[in-house]
């Protein structure tokens, strides 16, 4: 039984959606930008014997939306409250997506017996220091002038034409993405530009998936690799999709959650 539904944890609410029925709890979280919704097309293959749970993060679609200063422990930390507030205890699996991932594994390294895999797609840990004064630079573009105003330069290389194979998806994650609250999206970027996640990875204790896509002109298959290997034991695969994999080939990514889940008995 699908219920969708907001929940105030006292200092952010959220809008999250839970269904399916078995044992054990699938929790995804969706990129900079992205809504629960990112994971439409991929939550059917996913369901049978789970319960899947996904939300707006902070700042994020219809949950309450962010000013300030953010961190990966802020967002970390509203899931754990999320999971809590669910009565969802025991170890869940997770899988992100981008900024997702970052946040799933600084979860992952924060609150070690809560999780029990994790799948990272295109992870977002941080930001090159050398690319850094842009990107505080495309935050403040953004606060400024809009999300219309950096679309194109963002799609570029996080939905480049050879990832938009379906139209329709296409236009509609577009659409959705317009529709992000400027001041949210660039506070997460900020804290994105701005986070070290190096010694989190380390602590990193669960079987881990990551995954890059070869078409993903934002974090190349090279850039995400030195993201598994700063893992311990982390597998690591490139896989022909983009930056919004669950968007751009929900198939595939379906498939690669379920056989490394499968293979680990979850």
């Known amino acids: 039984m699908a219920r969708t539904d907001w929940i105030d944890l006292g200092d952010i609410a959220l809008r999250f959606r839970l269904e399916g029925t078995g044992s054990s709890v699938l ?6 930008g992205g809504t629960l919704e990112s994971w439409d097309h991929v939550l059917p293959a996913l369901l049978p014997g789970r319960r899947v749970l996904r939300y707006d993060t902070r700042g994020a679609g219809q949950s309450e939306k962010a000013r300030g200063t953010l961190d990966f422990a802020t967002m970390a930390n509203d899931l754990a409250k999320l999971l809590d507030a669910l009565d ?13 991932a970052g946040t799933a594994l600084q979860f992952a390294a ?11 797609m295109a992870p977002a840990t941080g930001v090159d220091p ?3 004064a842009a990107a505080l630079e495309r935050a403040a573009q953004t606060e400024e002038r809009g999300m ?6 963002s799609f570029s290389r996080s939905y480049p ?3 938009r194979h379906d139209a329709e998806h296409f236009r509609t994650y577009r659409a959705r993405w317009l529709a992000n609250d400027p001041h949210s999206y660039a506070a997460i970027y900020r804290m994105l530009a701005t986070a070290d996640m190096r010694s989190n990875l380390a602590r990193i204790s669960c079987p881990v ?12 298959p090279t850039l995400v690799e030195a993201v598994a290997v700063a893992i311990p034991e982390a597998r690591f695969a490139a896989i022909k999709s983009g930056h919004f994999m669950a968007t751009q080939t929900p198939v595939l990514v379906a498939r690669h959650i379920n056989e490394f889940l499968t293979l680990l008995g979850l």
């Not at 929790?27 to 900079?32: A, D, Q």
């Not at 924060?110 to 990272?120: I, N, S």
């Not at 219309?148 to 330069?153: C, I, K, S």
């Not at 998936?209 to 190349?220: E, I, K, N």
């Open 27 to 32: 929790v995804l979280v969706h990129e900079m």
């Open 88 to 100: 969802i205890s025991g170890r869940v699996t997770l899988a992100g997506c981008a900024v997702g």
């Open 110 to 120: 924060h609150f070690p017996d809560r999780v029990a895999a994790l799948v990272a």
């Open 130 to 132: 050398a690319r850094r």
């Open 148 to 153: 219309r105003a950096v679309l194109e330069e």
């Open 161 to 163: 034409p050879e990832t």
């Open 209 to 220: 998936l990551v995954l890059a896509g070869t078409q993903d002109r934002l974090r190349p």
